[in-house]
C-alpha cells in the first residue's frame, strides 16, 4: 500500500485491487509525457481502472472497458475514481 497525493494535496492510499483513473494534468505535465506522444486516450481519464500492482512509486493499472494494454502510472498520477 502507497500513499498517493492528488491535486488538492490531499493523500490517498493506492493498493492493489483499488479502482483509479488518471489525473489529466499530472499526466499531461509529467516527464513520461515529455518522452512519448502526449495525445493520450480519454479511457484513461474517463473509465474504470484496477490496480494490478504496485512497485516503488508506481501502479500497474488494467483498463478494462476497451481492449488495451496495462500501463505503468506514477502513484501521484492516479486518483480514486468517483
Excluded: C, H
Excluded at 10 to 24: C, F, P
Aim: charged fraction near 30%; aromatic fraction near 10%.
Amino acid at each position: 500500500m502507497r500513499q498517493s497525493a492528488n491535486l488538492t494535496g490531499e493523500y490517498m492510499l493506492v493498493k492493489k485491487g483499488d479502482v483509479v483513473r488518471a489525473i489529466r494534468e499530472k499526466l499531461e505535465n509529467s516527464v513520461e509525457a515529455k518522452a512519448s506522444d502526449t495525445r493520450f486516450p480519454a479511457y484513461l481519464f474517463e473509465t474504470q481502472g484496477e490496480v494490478v500492482d504496485i512497485k516503488g512509486d508506481y501502479a500497474f493499472v488494467k483498463f478494462g472497458q476497451v481492449p488495451t494494454p496495462n500501463i505503468w502510472l506514477r502513484l501521484d498520477q492516479l486518483e480514486a475514481f468517483k
